[in-house]
């Protein structure tokens, strides 16, 4: 008896152990290798994380800015100050890290300019309220601040944005080209601001009230100085290749037809392993004569619609290049789609398939179309255009990369003078936008009690950064300007910035140093956005890479087609 009392303890002790063991046992739940991190130590590693990345292009602040340069994986080197620019050739594989390089492509895609700012002003409201989420704060409280703090700073900037009003279009003017001019001080050409805002001014007025960017084409020859860069009022492209035959072709023409097509115009072999069966040599002629006669044929058609140009996307060869050389007309095949679509928009006619229908209808026509030589490369112009909503910019300068930087920079300016036709309110630049809104972020503050006052003045110290930094870029004690300005806000200066040139400050509106209110509004909402999203993140999980080897997938499974012996 007492032999069984003895094994049914056992036996419950032993169902007891299993339960236990059951219950304790993990649920898998991700594949094997999935790396989990939550928690407060996963948010301070991800804001450690975009203060690298703002580190990487803090420097390029500002008319004092340094440039980067990157080379590629290929070998191929940039020159850039652009944030937008930076972030995207970096390659950034962080996950938290790559919210700050798509905040900084959307500054560049919205406004154009700001790049860098937007990216600094993110990174550094991070680095304020890090502190906080150390001792345990609620990232949901901090979140709630920010907004409000936003909202706080966006209805200040419209508040005090001044209106220039477009009485004279003189006036109207001068306020693009201090823009364009503003945007342009911290670029690699800034010593040709004065003649490249003029420019890029001139560019968009050319332009319908759409403002379409691509409108404007940007092309670069290398050789000669900046300073002999040109403004086309019309459509100018490289000269294509061209067959034998081209030399007989006029170079210049007033008031020509143009035609616009989209054929080829050559002598082809057939296509698809074509079979022709011929049982004389008069059959084997037929065929051949054929092919010559439709070729002729859709030739006189073009020579007979009175077009004096011919343009096609698709190549030209030497037979009908010496056909319209014989007519005293001008041919170029290969013509790239973007510069066939911008010479269509400016002189008006249609892009044609077919040659059967060449009526003057889809014809165009310039005042001059004019074949000459910038630098080392011929270009065809046309000027004149009776539908000029289109202009080409020639960019002339010593090195590739250098060019390249240009045109980054003009692209920015372009951007800042189209938002500010759209938009015609303009705050000062040079730190004091950032100055003002810091300062009655901190006086609102001072009315409210709790966590949020706190975190509003966090929001308040984040916007000194881009004061700060110009400061640093230039050289200049910063703690001593940044006073200055404190003290210049505190008694009513409202437009007081940083003065790169005399190191001190300086009222930057009568300075005119000017930029469209709608850059800094985008530039805090996007950073204020991506500071919250990257707090509202508690976790981050890493699925494993497959770790199957394409060596061991069957023949013909790898990457690739499977290859013909």
């Not at 002003?121 to 703090?149: C, D, M, N, T, W």
């Not at 945007?183 to 890029?200: C, D, E, P, R, Y």
């Not at 030497?318 to 679509?341: H, I, N, S, W």
């Not at 509004?521 to 707090?535: D, G, H, P």
Request: hydrophobic share 40%.
């Amino acid at each position: 008896m007492e032999m069984l009392n003895r094994l049914s303890g056992l036996i419950e002790l032993i169902l007891l152990l299993v339960l236990i063991i059951y219950k304790s046992a993990p649920v898998i739940l991700l594949k094997e290798g999935t790396d989990t991190s939550q928690g407060t130590p996963q948010l301070i590693s991800n804001i450690n994380a975009c203060q690298v990345i703002a580190e990487a292009v803090r420097t390029t602040l500002g008319p004092r800015g340094m440039d980067k340069l990157i080379v590629d994986d290929r070998g191929k080197a940039t020159v850039s100050n652009d944030g937008a620019t930076i972030l995207k050739l970096l390659d950034v594989v962080h996950p938290a890290a790559k919210t700050l390089v798509d905040i900084a492509k959307s500054q560049d895609a919205e406004v154009g300019d700001g790049t860098t700012s937007v990216t600094l002003l993110a990174a550094e409201f991070l680095r304020q309220i890090k502190p906080y989420v150390e001792e345990g704060l609620h990232p949901q409280i901090i979140i709630r601040s920010f907004r409000r703090a936003t909202e706080l700073a966006l209805e200040k900037i419209k508040a005090i944005a001044v209106t220039v009003k477009k009485d004279s279009k003189e006036l109207q003017r001068e306020l693009f080209e201090k823009c364009a001019a503003t945007a342009l001080s911290s670029k690699l050409i800034a010593l040709q601001k004065g003649f490249f805002s003029k420019m890029v001014v001139d560019a968009v007025m050319m332009l319908d009230d759409l403002l379409p960017l691509k409108m404007i084409g940007i092309k670069k020859v290398q050789g000669g100085g900046l300073e002999e860069s040109q403004l086309i009022a019309g459509v100018a492209f490289k000269k294509t290749f061209s067959y034998a035959g081209f030399e007989m072709q006029p170079k210049k023409y007033e008031k020509p037809k143009i035609a616009l097509l989209n054929v080829e115009l050559e002598l082809k072999a057939e296509k698809d392993n074509a079979e022709i069966r011929v049982n004389s040599v008069e059959d084997y002629q037929a065929i051949v004569d054929a092919e010559w006669n439709i070729l002729y044929d859709k030739l006189e058609k073009i020579h007979l619609s009175g077009a004096k140009v011919v343009l096609s996307k698709l190549p030209i060869g030497d037979v009908a290049t010496q056909y319209f050389a014989d007519r005293d007309m001008f041919c170029a095949g290969r013509v790239p789609e973007e510069d066939l679509k911008r010479t269509m928009m400016a002189c008006g006619g249609s892009i044609q398939t077919s040659v059967n229908a060449l009526t003057g209808d889809v014809l165009g026509q310039c005042t001059l179309f004019e074949e000459a030589q910038v630098g080392s490369e011929r270009y065809n112009f046309f000027t004149g255009c009776p539908k000029a909503k289109t202009c080409t910019i020639i960019l002339r300068g010593g090195s590739e990369q250098f060019m390249e930087e240009t045109e980054r920079s003009l692209h920015d300016a372009i951007m800042i003078v189209r938002r500010a036709i759209k938009n015609d309110s303009v705050v000062a630049g040079g730190g004091a936008i950032e100055m003002e809104i810091s300062r009655h972020l901190r006086d609102y503050s001072r009315t409210i009690p709790g966590k949020q006052q706190l975190l509003i003045g966090a929001y308040a110290k984040a916007l000194e950064v881009i004061p700060r930094q110009l400061c640093d870029n230039a050289g200049f004690d910063a703690t001593n300007i940044l006073n200055k300005l404190r003290a210049k806000h505190a008694q009513g200066g409202m437009w007081y910035g940083v003065d790169v040139n005399n190191e001190d400050i300086a009222d930057n509106f009568e300075s005119c140093v000017w930029e469209p209110a709608v850059v800094r509004i985008n530039a805090l909402t996007a950073a204020s956005e991506a500071a919250c999203l990257i707090l509202s993140v508690d976790e981050t999980i890493k699925n494993p890479r497959s770790t199957v080897d394409s060596s061991a997938l069957p023949k013909g499974r790898g990457r690739g087609r499977p290859h013909a012996h």
